[in-house]
């Protein structure tokens, strides 16, 4: 269709991997774990403040940031648990954290600018930065490393028309939690050459065995060039209400409201009470929901470490496992599409992630039941072992 426009035509097709062609197999057995969704129900007063809201007349337009007492109170919640000192003028409320990330790309990056992704990245952000009209530049982590941050190869791939880096930290493929140090150094690259850092803390709250969250924008000199992102999404199990936050500087807000105030207007009144009975609710809550996956993890982990040709490091955040399955002899898109074909179990080719994911695959733990969870590793059990040899 010769009218479309260039940003379409000219751009990456979104794709969604395994779980389009999961659901193009037509079988009614599978165990989906592709999807980067939280199994676990909507907690009831979240719903209950919601509802209420409906019942008494929160239908109508509002603030285009943001209700401010929800605002102010992720302001608090910003203080206490991120270190960042802003206000509820520094805050939008989004439609979920892939708006937040659109409306930030669109509004910092110019054609013909580069955006570096540290790879394995999250395939949604290449299409975004290409649609801005800037260019994806990937930047390789080492798996032999633990995928940790490295300052060098990062700084090699800056240019002199790089505007910004893309951090996910927890980091989903990979289940890293990265430390201060390597935070640092990342910070010290964007203050050298003058660089923005959209930085997507989605998994914040997910984190196991004592690893400390840190957002880079709590760093000194990186408060007024990091944009923040945040969901209620993983954490809260709310991905299907569509609702996020972002964090910017002072300077930058009246860009992104551009964007946001231009495609949505505003996120849906009466939800935000949703948003607000969370994050002011009782902690207990929250800390129920991460004991749940923390149980899934332990047994995926240990199970996947019992299979031959696989071994899997423990993700010290996220809702995702990563192994190595390099050991079974099959390429990473090779042993999801037989996997998904002979055992009905759906999990994510690391390669979907960049090639540096090349030789894993992405294990959702917490898309599913403890009971479905421990059938999968069966399955996955007797498939890689009709294929390497116990001792292996």
């Not at 640092?184 to 969250?213: G, P, R």
């Not at 609702?243 to 009246?254: D, R």
């Not at 031959?308 to 050991?327: K, L, N, Q, R």
Request: hydrophobic share 40%; proline share 4%; net charge negative.
């Amino acid at each position: 269709m010769k009218h479309l426009a260039k940003r379409i035509t000219n751009t990456s097709p979104k794709s969604f991997g395994m779980f389009q062609k999961a659901a193009m197999s037509g079988r009614d057995d599978l165990i989906h774990l592709e999807v980067g969704r939280p199994f676990a129900d909507t907690p009831q007063p979240i719903k209950d403040a919601t509802i209420k809201a409906l019942q008494d007349g929160c239908v109508h337009y509002s603030d285009l940031a943001g209700l401010p007492h929800l605002r102010e109170a992720l302001a608090e919640k910003l203080k206490r648990k991120n270190k960042l000192d802003v206000g509820a003028d520094r805050i939008i409320v989004t439609n979920g954290l892939t708006h937040g990330s659109y409306a930030a790309l669109m509004a910092f990056l110019d054609e013909g600018d580069e955006a570096i992704l540290l790879e394995p990245y999250y395939p949604q952000h290449i299409g975004k930065i290409e649609m801005a009209g800037a260019v994806p530049v990937i930047a390789p982590l080492d798996a032999a490393n633990g995928f940790r941050l490295d300052a060098a190869m990062i700084e090699a791939k800056i240019t002199d028309r790089t505007k910004m880096i893309v951090l996910i930290n927890p980091c989903n493929p990979t289940g890293r939690v990265y430390s201060r140090d390597e935070l640092q150094s990342l910070a010290d690259l964007a203050i050298k050459h003058d660089l923005l850092v959209v930085s997507d803390e989605v998994y914040e709250d997910i984190l196991y065995d004592n690893a400390e969250h840190i957002s880079i924008a709590s760093l000194d000199g990186m408060d007024d060039r990091t944009v923040t992102l945040f969901a209620f999404t993983k954490s809260y199990a709310m991905d299907g209400w569509r609702l996020g936050y972002m964090v910017a500087p002072k300077a930058a807000i009246g860009a992104l409201l551009k964007i946001t105030a231009n495609d949505v207007t505003h996120v849906n009144t009466f939800i935000q009470e949703g948003a607000y009975a969370a994050v002011t609710g009782d902690p207990a809550i929250l800390d129920g929901l991460i004991a749940e996956d923390a149980e899934k993890r332990q047994m995926v982990v240990s199970r996947l470490n019992q299979m031959p040709g696989i071994t899997c490091e423990w993700p010290e955040g996220t809702i995702y496992a990563f192994p190595d399955i390099s050991g079974t002899g099959l390429r990473s898109q090779e042993f999801a599409d037989k996997l998904l074909d002979e055992s009905g179990v759906v999990v994510e080719a690391g390669s979907f992630y960049g090639q540096t994911g090349e030789g894993h695959v992405r294990v959702c733990f917490g898309s599913t039941s403890l009971a479905e969870i421990d059938t999968a590793m069966s399955r996955i059990q007797a498939f890689v072992s009709a294929r390497v040899p116990e001792e292996a």
